[in-house]
């Protein structure tokens, strides 16, 4: 392929810090993969060469792009306000039809008659240049129909190289191949004239539809699926030389796809063709929270959901949506819940909501945010998967709290399971929370595994060294050594299972552990149920409990997250209003990926358990409640395989 040097400068480059992904994709489509040594080469070019990006990104102007006043980053804030601004197509007069009978990509299974809605456009707003499933798919199929014509297809690109562009979320690829070169010519025509056809429903654009693709660069121009046809590309029909051959896309194919696509929901790969619709803006939440005054007391509830957004449960629409992106890239309109209209609220007297929430069938790797404390990250989202934590949402001054994501799109789900309020509305409802190092309460140890299908009442016993009857547990569960993959399900007395139920879901031999706040009636018991086919060990540990007698335990206090990291912190240095504090509660995010690994958060003695256990390749959000000794430093330690580990101080108690 005749491929200029700045072309292959760029490519190289942003292939050298991702290279494991690409070589993932080359492996399975005949792909060509630079080595580290070249990579270094072309870097070392790219600094001589002038900056050629695809449309939508913003880059060092060149010459002609500096005459022409022109710019990605006018581009996309152009398109924000205005995406139908732009004028007329101007026609090139050498354009040639496209060539026939050249092969084609093939779906892998049979289409259903229904065809995607063509993409709004979603702009890049997050750094996470690894290859995303549809993309790795697309590029893969590519280099199956055209063998010896596309060996060149580039898709991560480093953060810090450049500006804006898709690729650095995993959801660009750049098909290498020339239009100075007939037959390349002719076979990149005969794609994009496949991808933007009609079919025979009369559905127009069908292919790329179907794939998500949300605009394409190529020969001088741009096709976007927000504006339905093809326009001049950053002035390049005024500069046909061949150092513009790159910055002009006719050295290669640059496609962006929507979220759905680069996740591989569409239809082209058995997807939904009409996924829920984007949430739409319906009420603003404030953004500032309500004043705690000197601390809040815990009043338990039976967990019930109160959002779906599969569903429209909780919508003031009451029809299905998805919380999105704005399309500008970052946090988009929030889904709004009144704190006044939840179950078993105490009204005005709330400061605070405890929480269990899960983002399902995500489109995107992202951060589920809160409306309140200035949108701060709350949980992460993860691509074609789901994520639960647990985790306190302060109520805004407007008496609601919202929920929204950073990046691409997903349904979420929220069960209330207790209220912070006030200390006097808790009183005869509640309690103040009282801790003592993580004791064990309960364990079925070598002889006593929960066996398949087993109901099991459980009493905890009176920690050592407290007393009074407690309304609540705050207990982090841990379930190992499973038989096969299975459930436990966790019941408070006499409530029957609902949606909002807690739900440990395991795997065989794998150990995780989850922090589950459970109501307590006065044996102080509920109940596990294993529900898998085989028997599973339990263990609990109590972290705190939410005592009546109003002597006992502390007011707590929440905060905005305040991230924590490294092996030592000091609690008066990085949170000076939780200075001389009895205890913090941490949110933990972690992710294995090979090997199991252990978590600890401690204080002066460190727990014979991890606080968090995570088994194999998988992804864990928890609370977690560490009591603080004289000191106040906190101490981290790792056992196990390597984690990817997130902390934030959420509340402290006092």
């Known amino acids: 392929?005749?491929?200029?040097?700045?072309?292959?400068?760029?490519?190289?480059?942003?292939?050298?810090?991702?290279?494991?992904?690409?070589?993932?994709?080359?492996?399975?489509?005949?792909?060509?993969?630079?080595?580290?040594?070249?990579?270094?080469?072309?870097?070392?070019?790219?600094?001589?060469?002038?900056?050629?990006?695809?449309?939508?990104?913003?880059?060092?102007?060149?010459?002609?792009?500096?005459?022409?006043?022109?710019?990605?980053?006018?581009?996309?804030?152009?398109?924000?306000?205005?995406?139908?601004?732009?004028?007329p197509v101007k026609p090139k007069a050498e354009e040639k039809a496209p060539v026939k009978d050249l092969p084609v990509p093939q779906p892998p299974g049979e289409l259903p008659p229904a065809v995607d809605a063509l993409p709004v456009y979603q702009g890049q707003g997050i750094c996470s240049p690894g290859a995303k499933p549809g993309t790795q798919k697309f590029a893969t199929i590519i280099g199956a129909t055209y063998g010896a014509l596309a060996t060149n297809i580039w898709i991560p690109r480093d953060c810090d190289q450049g500006g804006r562009s898709e690729h650095k979320e995993g959801r660009a690829l750049d098909w290498m191949i020339n239009r100075r070169d007939k037959e390349q010519r002719q076979t990149a025509e005969a794609f994009l004239e496949w991808l933007l056809a009609t079919d025979e429903n009369g559905n127009e654009f069908a292919m790329a539809r179907r794939l998500g693709v949300m605009y394409i660069g190529w020969d001088d121009r741009i096709w976007e699926s927000y504006r339905q046809g093809w326009s001049e590309l950053k002035g390049c029909y005024s500069t046909p030389e061949t150092g513009y051959d790159t910055y002009c896309h006719r050295d290669h194919i640059h496609i962006s796809l929507s979220w759905d696509g680069a996740a591989g929901q569409t239809s082209f790969w058995g997807g939904n063709p009409n996924p829920a619709p984007f949430c739409d803006r319906w009420a603003t939440a404030?953004?500032?929270?309500?004043?705690?005054?000197?601390?809040?007391?815990y009043v338990a509830i039976k967990p019930r959901r109160v959002l779906d957004t599969r569903s429209g449960l909780g919508l003031a629409s009451g029809t299905p949506c998805r919380i999105t992106?704005?399309?500008?890239?970052?946090?988009?309109?929030?889904?709004?819940?009144?704190?006044?209209?939840?179950?078993?609220?105490l009204g005005d007297s709330v400061r605070a909501v405890v929480v269990r929430t899960a983002s399902i069938g995500s489109n995107s790797p992202a951060q589920l945010r809160t409306r309140t404390g200035g949108g701060v990250a709350i949980a992460p989202i993860t691509v074609n998967g789901k994520t639960t934590?647990?985790?306190?949402?302060?109520?805004?001054?407007?008496?609601?709290?919202?929920?929204?994501?950073?990046?691409?799109?997903?349904?979420?789900?929220?069960?209330?399971?207790?209220?912070?309020?006030?200390?006097?509305?808790?009183?005869?409802?509640?309690?103040?929370?009282?801790?003592?190092?993580?004791?064990?309460?309960?364990?079925?140890?070598?002889?006593?595994?929960?066996?398949?299908?087993?109901?099991?009442?459980?009493?905890?016993?009176?920690?050592?060294?407290?007393?009074?009857?407690?309304?609540?547990?705050?207990?982090?569960?841990?379930?190992?050594?499973?038989?096969?993959?299975?459930?436990?399900?966790?019941?408070?007395?006499?409530?029957?299972?609902?949606?909002?139920?807690?739900?440990?879901?395991?795997?065989?031999?794998?150990?995780?552990t989850e922090t589950v706040f459970i109501p307590l009636g006065d044996e102080r018991s509920f109940t596990i149920i294993n529900s898998?086919?085989?028997?599973?060990?339990?263990?609990?540990?109590?972290?705190?409990?939410?005592?009546?007698?109003?002597?006992?335990?502390?007011?707590?206090?929440?905060?905005?997250?305040?991230?924590?990291?490294?092996?030592?912190?000091?609690?008066?240095?990085?949170?000076?209003?939780?200075?001389?504090?009895?205890?913090?509660?941490?949110?933990?995010?972690?992710?294995?990926?090979?090997?199991?690994?252990?978590?600890?958060?401690?204080?002066?003695?460190?727990?014979?358990?991890?606080?968090?256990?995570?088994?194999?390749?998988?992804?864990?959000?928890?609370?977690?409640?560490?009591?603080?000794?004289?000191?106040?430093?906190?101490?981290?330690?790792?056992?196990?395989?390597?984690?990817?580990?997130?902390?934030?101080?959420?509340?402290?108690?006092?």
């Open 532 to 654: 898998g086919k085989g028997t599973v060990d339990v263990s609990i540990r109590l972290q705190a409990q939410a005592v009546v007698d109003l002597d006992q335990g502390h007011h707590l206090v929440p905060v905005t997250p305040t991230q924590i990291t490294g092996n030592v912190t000091s609690v008066r240095r990085k949170l000076r209003e939780a200075k001389g504090s009895a205890a913090v509660v941490i949110q933990i995010d972690a992710r294995t990926s090979a090997a199991a690994a252990g978590v600890s958060f401690w204080s002066g003695t460190q727990p014979v358990a991890p606080s968090l256990q995570l088994g194999r390749k998988s992804a864990q959000s928890s609370l977690i409640v560490v009591p603080l000794n004289e000191s106040g430093q906190i101490r981290r330690t790792l056992t196990g395989g390597p984690v990817d580990l997130t902390a934030r101080i959420v509340a402290y108690l006092r």
């Open 1 to 87: 392929m005749n491929i200029s040097s700045g072309g292959r400068a760029r490519f190289r480059s942003a292939l050298g810090a991702a290279l494991g992904i690409v070589v993932g994709v080359s492996l399975t489509a005949g792909l060509l993969v630079t080595s580290p040594a070249q990579a270094q080469e072309s870097a070392q070019e790219s600094a001589q060469e002038p900056a050629q990006e695809p449309a939508q990104e913003s880059v060092v102007q060149s010459a002609a792009e500096s005459a022409a006043g022109s710019s990605d980053t006018q581009d996309d804030q152009a398109r924000e306000e205005n995406p139908k601004s732009q004028g």
């Open 389 to 512: 934590t647990n985790t306190i949402v302060p109520v805004g001054a407007d008496g609601t709290i919202g929920f929204t994501t950073d990046s691409g799109s997903t349904h979420l789900l929220v069960d209330v399971v207790g209220y912070l309020v006030k200390p006097a509305a808790a009183i005869g409802l509640g309690g103040r929370l009282s801790t003592t190092n993580p004791s064990v309460v309960y364990d079925t140890g070598d002889d006593s595994a929960l066996g398949a299908g087993e109901k099991r009442v459980i009493t905890l016993t009176q920690p050592l060294g407290s007393s009074g009857a407690a309304s609540a547990a705050v207990a982090a569960i841990t379930v190992s050594g499973g038989q096969k993959s299975g459930r436990v399900i966790i019941r408070s007395d006499g409530e029957k299972r609902t949606a909002a139920t807690p739900v440990l879901s395991y795997r065989r031999n794998d150990t995780l």
């Open 325 to 345: 992106q704005s399309s500008a890239g970052g946090a988009g309109a929030p889904v709004v819940l009144d704190v006044d209209s939840l179950p078993k609220s």
């Open 286 to 297: 404030s953004a500032t929270a309500l004043a705690v005054g000197n601390g809040l007391d």
